[in-house]
């Protein structure tokens, strides 16, 4: 079945460092979305991308869309302490039967050492 | 809106009790689906629903898990008999098909421990 690949499963930074994280695949989405999920709670979308090479920005939060349709990246800027959680992201695909079904990666582990 | 709401939050059961868990939907959503977290499998899509029906339940790991959407806005993930290897957190969540279905919004889950 379709597997996505997130690394990486952890990292360990300084605050106000920069942050980036990716996400591929071996079959093509042509949607991908990136949550953020705080202990004891459940994921929060931070951002959904639509179009291969899509570049979207929420805040310190910048995303892409791979052209490939295969991958996607999420870069975090001047990370802070409310920074740490577990980032997934997440493949759909639409206009299909399967619309609607996500497929997760197995998230990115953040720690932010003020 | 208040999101997607889970109840309830907490369960610990005995092993080969029946245990039911409860989501109910943002109001005005398409799409429902239950999710199992675990740290060995990470999010596991168990079932997923389209305007009340299932579309897709191949996640459902053995007869031993049902799950129901009476109507638009209640659905139910029952485990009978429950065991140990159960024991996760359920997440539900939905989405609209105005976006196609992809965004889903998750309620806060459901900790389950079956001892």
């Known amino acids: 079945g379709q597997q996505l690949n997130q690394s990486p499963q952890s990292m360990f930074i300084q605050e106000g460092e920069d942050v980036s994280m990716n996400c591929t695949s071996s079959?093509?989405?042509?949607?991908w979305l990136w949550y953020k999920q705080d202990p004891g709670e459940g994921p929060v979308l931070l951002i959904a991308?639509?179009?291969?090479?899509e570049l979207t920005s929420n805040g310190r939060l910048t995303a892409q869309f791979g052209i490939t349709r295969k991958d996607s990246f999420l870069n975090i800027s001047a990370s802070i302490p409310s920074d740490v959680g577990i980032y997934f992201c997440?493949?759909?695909?639409?206009?299909?039967?399967?619309?609607?079904?996500?497929?997760f990666g197995q998230g990115t582990t953040l720690q932010v050492k003020p | 809106d208040a999101g997607v709401i889970q109840s309830p939050r907490h369960e610990v059961t005995e092993m080969g009790q029946e245990v039911t868990l409860r989501c109910k939907p943002i109001s005005g959503h398409d799409y429902l689906f239950w999710y199992r977290q675990t740290m060995m499998r990470g999010l596991e899509l168990l079932i997923y629903?389209?305007?009340?029906?299932?579309?897709?339940d191949s996640g459902m790991p053995e007869d031993r898990f049902s799950a129901k959407m009476p109507n638009a806005s209640f659905s139910t993930l029952k485990i009978q008999p429950s065991e140990p290897r159960d024991s996760a957190v359920y997440f539900c969540?939905?989405?609209?098909?105005?976006?196609?279905?992809?965004?889903?919004?998750f309620g806060q889950g459901t900790r389950l421990t079956v001892v």
């Open positions: 997440a493949g759909g695909i639409l206009g299909s039967s399967n619309t609607g079904k996500l497929i």
């Open positions: 079959s093509i989405f042509n949607t």
């Open positions: 629903f389209n305007n009340n029906v299932p579309i897709d």
């Open positions: 969540a939905s989405s609209s098909l105005f976006k196609g279905g992809t965004e889903a919004f």
């Open positions: 991308l639509y179009k291969a090479g």
